[in-house]
């Protein structure tokens, strides 16, 4: 993932960013680079060896892969505005659904539907 190299260039503060980015706390004194840089240059491999001994997350069983495989083949492909919104989600960006435009429209809506009921 991140070589010595690569960490040893960066900052406190940038090594920090980057164990915030990723969920994971530097080993030892968080005064120091080393914590970050160990933790940084580590935590792939401690996250398969994890997987191996059953902890958190587990490999899948053949049938549980088929069953995913059946429902990623029933949804199909997203179109490109779909997948801009899955980017912008995983991003964690959240987005107002409802425009200026939208909200006339249902208004708009809302009046008409009250106007019929009344007939």
């Keep these: 993932m991140f070589t010595r190299s690569e ?17 994971i706390k530097p080993t030892g004194n968080a005064g120091y680079k080393t914590s970050y840089i160990v933790t940084l240059m580590a935590f792939p491999l401690l996250a398969l060896q994890q997987m191996k001994q059953g902890k ?3 490999f899948p069983n053949f049938n549980a892969i088929q069953v995913i495989s059946s429902a990623i083949d029933e949804m199909n492909s997203p179109t490109d505005e779909q997948a801009a919104l899955i980017r912008i989600t995983l991003e964690g ?22 106007r019929l009921n009344k007939l």
């Design 7 to 23: 960490l040893e260039i960066k900052t406190i503060k940038e090594l920090r960013d980057l164990c915030r980015r990723y969920g």
């Design 56 to 58: 958190g997350l587990k």
């Design 93 to 114: 960006r959240k987005m107002s659904i409802l425009t200026d435009t939208t909200k006339r429209t249902c208004s708009i809506c809302t009046r008409l539907r009250c």
